[in-house]
T-cell receptor, first 113, second 110 residues
Framework: GAGVSQSPSNKVTEKGKDVELRCDPISGHTALYWYRQSLGQGLEFLIYFQGNSAPDKSGLPSDRFSAERTGGSVSTLTIQRTQQEDSAVYLC???????????FGPGTRLTVL | GESVGLHLPTLSVQEGDNSIINCAYSNSASDYFIWYKQESGKGPQFIIDIRSNMDKRQGQRVTVLLNKTVKHLSLQIAATQPGDSAVYFCAENTGNQFYFGTGTSLTVIP
């Protein structure tokens, strides 16, 4: 597709379960970002991938959060042992580089019961 | 971390009027700025950007103004339409990462 896609669009899970969120960036974009957005809040940076470099994980809130990017394209954000405070919209963005426009996907709305 | 803030969390304007949304940034080294629009249930959408070597940039119905002296960024929307109702974020970049403000909610009154 022409834009960033994310799946699923909505995910409802029970506390303690693991979830995987997927992001397909725009083809050719070397940079990929994950953000978290709570209701009425701004974007909280989680993790950043740039090409083959080691990811910047400085925004991950706990060791329950991890992400990988396979083949420099698709990325998966994994949240283990989900907690209610993990409920938020998880946004993925991609760009041609660290100082280029970020294009966002539609997000995955995660609800932890 | 960096802080990017907005002066007004909410803004209501009459349809047809001009809107001005403001943003203050904290890092004088930031050299690239973007305004995003986010409609309910959707991801942020790029509106317009500006680099620090400019103080004004115009798009279709939108203008971004950058005042580096006071570290202030504004978005002007001309002839605001109901479809402009959304949350608007500013973002600053220091060359490695963007930092986003919390957003201003714009409501257009028909």
């Amino acid at each position: 597709g022409a834009g960033v896609s994310q799946s699923p669009s909505n995910k409802v899970t029970e506390k303690g379960k693991d979830v995987e969120l997927r992001c397909d960036p725009i083809s050719g974009h070397t940079a990929l970002y994950w953000y978290r957005q709570s209701l009425g809040q701004g974007l909280e940076f989680l993790i950043y991938f740039q090409g083959n470099s080691a990811p910047d994980k400085s925004g991950l809130p706990s060791d329950r959060f991890s992400a990988e990017r396979t083949g420099g394209s698709v990325s998966t954000l994994t949240i283990q042992r989900t907690q209610q405070e993990d409920s938020a919209v998880y946004l993925c963005a991609s760009s041609l580089g660290p100082d280029r426009v970020e294009f966002f996907g539609p997000g995955t709305r995660l609800t932890v019961l | 971390g960096e802080s990017v803030g907005l002066h007004l969390p909410t803004l209501s304007v009459q349809e047809g009027d001009n809107s001005i949304i403001n943003c203050a940034y904290s890092n004088s080294a930031s050299d690239y700025f973007i305004w995003y629009k986010q409609e309910s249930g959707k991801g942020p959408q790029f509106i317009i950007d500006i680099r620090s070597n400019m103080d004004k940039r115009q798009g279709q119905r939108v203008t971004v103004l950058l005042n580096k002296t006071v570290k202030h960024l504004s978005l002007q929307i001309a002839a605001t339409q109901p479809g402009d109702s959304a949350v608007y974020f500013c973002a600053e970049n220091t060359g490695n990462q963007f930092y986003f403000g919390t957003g201003t909610s714009l409501t257009v009154i028909p």
